[in-house]
């Protein structure tokens, strides 16, 4: 098999992936902040690492992916400016931050169910780790961190080649509010953040610094470290996160490893960073507060299978941007679709373990384009070639289509052609009712009474549905 090929964010290359540790791979994931749903662009990011890890173990590397839930410390600015973001949402619901957090925990986790995103070996839950939170923070504290009023803030000038990632950090901290009277540079963070006198928070603990809350780079550098061990073969997370998350991360692990600069990548305390470009909509950056809220709920409200929406982060580039239309994920339903009914008479067939010689080239333009730093919009062409190949076994088509699946996550084995059929939520007709009427129609027509048949259809145009005879894609009807 060809070698793994991986855009290094922190370098700014492609690099030959090399694990750590002899046939192991270790990635972590920055998950998401539990304080609401997560909108399709986040769950863009998850689709990204998913495929990752798909491919580390189709390489045939034993993966480790941990990916955490951070359920406090993460402020309304990346920065250390405004309020918690979970703190805020359980003011404004009335309900507890472990309401809010369980809530929307198990809506994410929905959402990677539906989106056929594997099962991480671990999600790590930051409020679970305070106590290591507390002694990477102690350790760190004597030589590379200072206390203000508002907690203990992190000196970047005490790490060297601080910012390497983001690019662009200059002196004045770019793009930093700075909200924090008396830091030392413009970049320092909090590790963590002291409650104000006459103020209480939902979530605090005691700390040699006072009584108060982490900052939110601390998780992420605890939970990898703890969980993975330094260094550890891939880190992964948004594009936004190589800014301000990531860079603090990795000042964080540099201090606490002891190491030195990053012309050493493992100083980060990860071989290889990678993030994924943004999915946006018309009017820019996709908010959960602006706009359309696009959750994946909304998309399957109006009837949409929700891994159209998985095969539309495949048909780009991770580290392209991604536009969302609604007609884009028409097209990518549509391309669905055809995969099914190619893959349909694939379901009842016997796996055959030996592969056809047929499937050479179409094999060899998948795997090249899967270890080109996961070039799916070229695999998905190469899975679509070897479906359409006529006049072969279809135990042998099953097992070339399986292989390819296992790293693009479509699930086309199990799919029926008719769990794709757009089903909104607030359509005036059922399936069964619709299907009824179609039954009675095609009575109709054998019989040769034809108004009826056309008085049936009417009705069901009537009704939001149409009939669509002679469908190349076989659909006998949709929905308006
Ligand atoms: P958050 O819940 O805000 O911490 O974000 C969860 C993940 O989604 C992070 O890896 C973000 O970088 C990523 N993310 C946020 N917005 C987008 C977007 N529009 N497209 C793709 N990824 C995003
Ligand atoms: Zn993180």
Redesign the pocket.
Known sequence: MSDLRLFNSLTRQIETFTPVHRGEARVY????????Y?????????V?ADVLGRTLSWQGYRLTHVINI?DVG?LTDDADAGEDKLEKAAAANAQSIWDIARHYTQAFWADVKALNIRQPAEWSVATDYIGEMLDFARSIADKHCYQLDSGLYFDVSTVADYGKLARAVTEEGEGRIDAVEGKRNAADFAIWRTTPPGETRQMEWDSPWGRGAPGWHLECSVMGGKLLGFPFDIH??????REI?HPNEIAQNQAFCGCGGLDVPSHSGANIWM??????DRTG????SSGEFLRLQLLLDRGYHPLAYRLMCLQAHYRSE?EFSWEGLGAALTRLKRMVLLAAPLHAADKVDEMHPKFEPALSKFEDAVTDDLNTPIALTALEEALAMKKVDAGAKRAVIEKMDAVLGLGLLDLARTDLRIRPKDAQLSEDEIEDALTRRKAARAEKDFAASDAIRDELTAKGVEVMDGDPLGWEWKLG
């Open positions: 994931t920055c998950g998401p902040t539990v304080y609401n997560p909108h399709i662009g986040n769950m863009r990011a998850y990204f951070t993460h992964t997370g948004g594009i936004d996160h998350h993030h994924n470009n943004f999915l946006v950056k996709m908010s959960k991604l």
